[in-house]
Antibody
Framework: QVQLRESGPGLVKPSQTLSLTCTVS??????????WTWFRQHPGMGLEWIAN???????YDNLSLKSRMTTSIDASKNQLSLTLTSVTAADTAVYYC????????????WGQGTLVTVSS | DIVMTQSPLSLPVTPGEPASISCRSS???????????LEWFLQKPGQSPQLLIY???NRASGVPDRFSGSGSGTDFTLKISRVEAEDVGIYFC?????????FGGGTKVEIK
């Protein structure tokens, strides 16, 4: 059974760079057939899609974050990563990674989420 | 961007009774391949979202059959035939037809 686990710094200062990692276990991130996705959820709010990444490097990004965001896959570590530069308080959120199987299975597997607080 | 609108915002329910949540999209979610790209999720308190329904009407693996999804085009419904106490949480609809993927604002289901 595939499991996802996000990890990150917890607290980031304004204007700094946020780096998050999603580690996949129980399956290979490069097995094909899935996009690996980042979402975030601001405190008490709904969900926001950030980006989809395929193991080949193909990425679809939320244009509202594209200028500050980089996603990548390290197949050797079975990890998905997200980097967000010049963070502000508006980036405070729980960040989730998820697996997207498209029309076959949708977002059937999610990590537990990691809270990132942007504060000085 | 496709705008997703859910109603109601809050839904008090009685265990054993049915419940229904509506989701409307600003444009049709029907793809040329015949699939409708609408998903339903439940986020229980303190947990990550869990998939209930995909492609508008397909129940995800392990989801009880009291949950069903219906609708087409721009109007969709999630129904719970008999609500159980464990069904409390926030229900979201989401469109996956095109990026940016977008969510409805959520419906909070709570027991009366």
């Amino acid at each position: 059974q595939v499991q996802l686990r996000e990890s990150g710094p917890g607290l980031v200062k304004p204007s700094q760079t946020l780096s998050l990692t999603c580690t996949v276990s129980g399956g290979s991130i490069s097995s094909g057939g899935y996009y690996w996705t980042w979402f975030r959820q601001h405190p008490g709010m709904g969900l926001e899609w950030i980006a989809n990444t395929y193991y080949s490097g193909v990425t679809y990004d939320n244009l509202s974050l594209k200028s500050r965001m980089t996603t990548s896959i390290d197949a050797s570590k079975n990890q998905l990563s997200l980097t967000l530069t010049s963070v502000t308080a508006a980036d405070t959120a729980v960040y989730y990674c998820a697996r997207w199987g498209g029309q076959q299975s949708s977002f059937d597997c999610w990590g537990q989420g990691t809270l990132v607080t942007v504060s000085s | 961007d496709i705008v997703m609108t859910q109603s109601p915002l809050s839904l008090p329910v009685t265990p054993g009774e049915p419940a229904s949540i509506s989701c409307r999209s600003s444009q049709s979610l029907l793809h040329s391949n015949g699939n409708t790209y609408l998903e339903w999720f439940l986020q229980k308190p303190g947990q990550s979202p869990q998939l209930l329904i995909y492609m508008a009407s397909n129940r995800a693996s392990g989801v009880p059959d009291r949950f069903s999804g219906s609708g087409s085009g721009t109007d969709f419904t999630l129904k719970i035939s008999r609500v159980e106490a464990e069904d409390v949480g926030i229900y979201f609809c989401m469109q996956t037809l095109q990026t940016p993927l977008t969510f409805g604002g959520g419906t909070k289901v709570e027991i009366k």
